[in-house]
């Protein structure tokens, strides 16, 4: 007879494989630098996005800063995925640097390319490139407070731009910068009962203004609220295994526009580890499951993911992520 932890865990993977495919616009049209909004980091786009709850590693400054408190080692993580037909590609290198009682810093530079257009004069000669581009700079810190709170904040300097090499006649080329941050709190183990909860809110800033102060593009805020569970029994199933499921639910600040994000993780013996996610009233056009695996050896690791349905599933893109990461001991 299962326990009740091995009925949680097989009810929440049910979930996870069953179900159905939804939609619900999240955000309105006018929202600008929403390429702020695309999932890096192969581990955390494998458990669905739903991580605010999961310490992530040097990755956290990216999803929420609160869980870099918790790093004991210092990491250096760098994130991949190539372009699709909906997307573009994108780079991160994030890192973090824990200091004991004085906290953790981390950091992330985020790179994308949303693709180069040819510029031709009235014979078809190409005499100029326009290349469209994006960069965040990313300053967090964290710390804990006792030993089940974390704490933590993120900054970020936002630039996008569309800049021409050569001659483009007729091209609107641009370039505009703005911050934002990130705020993140997480509670692990709240009454010894292996569940974490967690509560952020990300992209809070000034808009983006690409013309003039009326045409300002308010930022994609989003809050989340979420809860993650260690299956404390996992390991009398199989010998070395360990099993995590979370869950979390996303809306805009006026708390409208709610997707449910779903997540699941299997560890053996801390070398392989098997991840499935899913969404529930995700935004039109977002991916509604996704999948992933990881290995470690020592201080090297090396995940991938790959998301299930959307609009670049559609296209037959679908988008591979792929992270490494090193750590560099204490």
Same mark, same amino acid.
């Not at 031709?120 to 089940?148: E, N």
């Not at 580890?273 to 977002?286: E, H, Y």
């Given at each position: 007879?299962? &326990?009740?932890?091995?009925?949680?865990? =097989?009810?929440? @993977?049910?979930? %996870?494989?069953?179900?159905?495919?939804?939609?619900?616009?999240?955000?309105?049209?006018?929202?600008?630098?929403?390429? @702020?909004?695309?999932? %890096?980091?192969?581990?955390?786009?494998?458990?669905?996005?739903?991580?605010?709850?999961?310490?992530?590693?040097?990755?956290?400054?990216?999803?929420?800063?609160?869980?870099?408190?918790? /790093?004991?080692?210092?990491?250096?993580?760098?994130?991949? =995925?190539?372009?699709?037909?909906?997307?573009?590609?994108?780079?991160?290198?994030?890192?973090?640097?824990?200091?004991?009682?004085?906290?953790?810093?981390?950091?992330?530079?985020?790179?994308?390319?949303?693709?180069?257009?040819?510029?031709?004069?009235?014979?078809?000669?190409?005499?100029?490139?326009?290349?469209?581009?994006?960069?965040?700079?990313?300053?967090?810190?964290?710390?804990?407070?006792?030993?089940?709170?974390?704490?933590?904040? &993120?900054?970020?300097?936002?630039?996008?731009?569309?800049?021409?090499?050569?001659?483009?006649?007729?091209?609107?080329?641009?370039? =505009?910068?703005?911050?934002?941050?990130?705020?993140?709190?997480?509670?692990?183990?709240?009454?010894?009962?292996?569940?974490?909860?967690?509560?952020?809110?990300?992209?809070?800033?000034?808009?983006?203004?690409?013309?003039?102060?009326?045409?300002?593009?308010? %930022?994609?805020?989003?809050?989340?609220?979420?809860?993650?569970?260690?299956? /404390?029994?996992?390991?009398?199933?199989?010998?070395?295994?360990?099993?995590?499921?979370?869950?979390?639910?996303?809306?805009?600040?006026?708390?409208?526009?709610?997707?449910?994000?779903?997540?699941?993780?299997?560890?053996?013996?801390?070398?392989?580890?098997?991840?499935?996610?899913?969404?529930?009233?995700?935004?039109?056009?977002?991916?509604?499951?996704?999948?992933?695996?990881?290995?470690?050896?020592?201080? @090297?690791? @090396?995940?991938?993911?790959?998301?299930?349905?959307?609009?670049?599933?559609?296209?037959?893109?679908?988008?591979?992520?792929?992270?490494?990461?090193?750590?560099?001991?204490?």
């Amino acid at each position: 007879m299962l &326990s009740r932890h091995a009925v949680v865990g =097989v009810g929440l @993977l049910g979930a %996870l494989l069953a179900c159905p495919k939804t939609g619900s616009a999240q955000g309105p049209a006018t929202e600008g630098a929403v390429f @702020l909004l695309i999932p %890096l980091g192969a581990r955390a786009v494998s458990l669905g996005e739903s991580v605010a709850a999961t310490r992530l590693g040097a990755e956290g400054a990216l999803w929420n800063p609160a869980s870099l408190a918790w /790093a004991t080692s210092r990491e250096l993580v760098y994130d991949h =995925v190539g372009e699709t037909f909906v997307l573009p590609s994108a780079d991160v290198l994030s890192f973090v640097l824990p200091a004991g009682r004085a906290g953790s810093v981390g950091g992330a530079v985020r790179y994308f390319n949303f693709g180069d257009q040819e510029a031709t004069d009235p014979f078809g000669t190409v005499i100029g490139t326009l290349y469209s581009r994006a960069t965040v700079l990313t300053g967090s810190y964290a710390a804990t407070f006792g030993q089940r709170v974390a704490a933590g904040v &993120s900054a970020h300097w936002v630039r996008q731009g569309d800049s021409c090499g050569g001659s483009c006649p007729g091209a609107h080329t641009f370039s =505009v910068s703005t911050t934002a941050f990130d705020v993140g709190v997480q509670a692990a183990d709240v009454r010894a009962t292996g569940i974490t909860l967690a509560a952020s809110i990300r992209n809070l800033g000034f808009g983006l203004q690409v013309n003039d102060a009326e045409q300002t593009d308010p %930022l994609p805020t989003r809050l989340h609220l979420g809860a993650s569970y260690r299956v /404390a029994r996992a390991g009398q199933w199989r010998s070395g295994l360990a099993m995590s499921v979370s869950g979390e639910v996303v809306t805009l600040k006026t708390f409208t526009s709610p997707s449910l994000r779903l997540g699941t993780e299997f560890a053996l013996s801390n070398v392989l580890m098997v991840r499935l996610g899913t969404a529930i009233r995700a935004p039109v056009g977002a991916p509604w499951g996704s999948a992933g695996i990881g290995v470690r050896r020592g201080r @090297l690791g @090396l995940d991938f993911a790959r998301t299930i349905g959307g609009s670049a599933a559609d296209a037959g893109t679908p988008p591979t992520y792929v992270s490494l990461r090193v750590g560099f001991g204490r």
